[in-house]
């Protein structure tokens, strides 16, 4: 006599293989969002240029000499998410050769597409600085900026700088 031949087992899946295939799949996608949000974030703070400068030199030699740079310039960023800048410090240099004094500044937050507006005041009444910027001529202006800048979910020291040729004329 023949016996029965066995009833084929289905192939199903456990319910801890089914659960496991769930959680990853909801770990994969935490990770992709994250890593999305992170990207929009760092380039939102990260993204930060120095835009629109425009300013005048004045400077006096003698006993009571200056020199004195009123800049006016944007700060804007080129990101997608609203950005929060603080610790704002600008500073300016002449030909890579004369630093002029940091200057702090407040900062705020702005969208996309705006900017913040900020009006300076670089001065010096260094000698050799004088000296220097009384000779006249084709000078190379920078401008810079160090700010802490925050975005969603990313927040970092930020360094940004502008530069351009202006052309005064001697003291004597």
Do not use: C
Request: charged fraction near 10%; avoid cysteine; proline fraction near 4%.
């Amino acid at each position: 006599m023949a016996l029965p031949s066995p009833i084929p087992k289905s192939e199903s899946t456990s319910p801890v293989a089914g659960k496991r295939a769930v959680i990853i799949a909801v770990l994969l996608t935490l990770v992709l969002v994250v890593g999305a949000l992170y990207a929009v974030s760092y380039q939102s703070a990260r993204g930060l240029t120095i835009g629109n400068v425009n300013g005048r030199m004045s400077y006096r030699t003698g006993l009571f000499g200056y020199a004195e740079f009123d800049i006016s310039l944007k700060i804007s960023s080129t990101g997608i998410l609203d950005t929060t800048i603080s610790q704002v410090s600008f500073g300016l240099t002449i030909d890579s050769l004369i630093p002029f004094s940091a200057i702090q500044a407040i900062g705020s937050t702005f969208s996309p597409g705006q900017s913040l507006q900020y009006t300076l005041r670089f001065s010096s009444s260094n000698p050799s600085d004088l000296q220097y910027i009384s000779e006249g001529g084709t000078h190379q202006v920078t401008v810079s900026v160090t700010i802490w800048s925050s975005s969603g979910i990313y927040s970092g020291w930020v360094t940004a700088s502008a530069s351009s040729s202006w052309n005064w004329s001697s003291a004597g």
